[in-house]
C-alpha cells in the first residue's frame, strides 16, 4: 500500500507559477513510476505527466510541455510538478498517482495506476 498526499495548491494570477509536490509513504518509494493528472470542474481526469522510477524519463501534454516540469526526489519520497506561465485553463484539481513497475524508465502517461492522491485544488484567475 502507497499512500500519496499532494499539496502546493491554491490560487494564482494567469502567468504565475506553483509547484506542487506529492509526498508518498508506505512502500520504497524507487520502485513507482509516478504521474500527474488534473481535473477539471466538469470534465474527465486528463494526463498531465509522468516521470519514471529513476527520473530519467519523463513525457508531458501537448497542453503543458513547455511550461510544466516533473521531477522526484527518491530519497524525500516525493514528486514535484513546477507549473509556469500558468493559464486560466489549467484551473483543475490536480493528483499525483504511482504506479508499481519493475522498469527503471518506464513512464506511465494512462490511467493504469495503482494509487492515487487525494487532489489538490489549483485555481487561475485571469
Known amino acids: 500500500q502507497v499512500h500519496l498526499v499532494e499539496s502546493g495548491g491554491g490560487l494564482v494570477q494567469a502567468g504565475g507559477s506553483l509547484r506542487l509536490s506529492c509526498a508518498a509513504s508506505?512502500?520504497?518509494?524507487?520502485?513507482?513510476?509516478m504521474g500527474w493528472f488534473r481535473q477539471a470542474h466538469g470534465s474527465e481526469r486528463e494526463f498531465v505527466t509522468a516521470?519514471?522510477?529513476?527520473?530519467?524519463?519523463?513525457d508531458y501534454a501537448d497542453s503543458v510541455k513547455g511550461r510544466f516540469t516533473i521531477s522526484r526526489d527518491n530519497a524525500k519520497s516525493t514528486v514535484y510538478l513546477q507549473m509556469n506561465s500558468l493559464k486560466p485553463e489549467d484551473t483543475a484539481v490536480y493528483y499525483c498517482?504511482?504506479?508499481?513497475?519493475?522498469?527503471?524508465?518506464?513512464?506511465?502517461?494512462?490511467?493504469?495506476?495503482?494509487?492515487w492522491g487525494q487532489g489538490t485544488q489549483v485555481t487561475v484567475s485571469s
Open positions: 498517482a504511482a504506479k508499481r513497475t519493475a522498469l527503471v524508465h518506464e513512464i506511465v502517461p494512462n490511467n493504469a495506476y495503482d494509487y
Open positions: 508506505g512502500r520504497p518509494f524507487s520502485n513507482y513510476a
Open positions: 516521470i519514471s522510477r529513476s527520473g530519467g524519463s519523463t
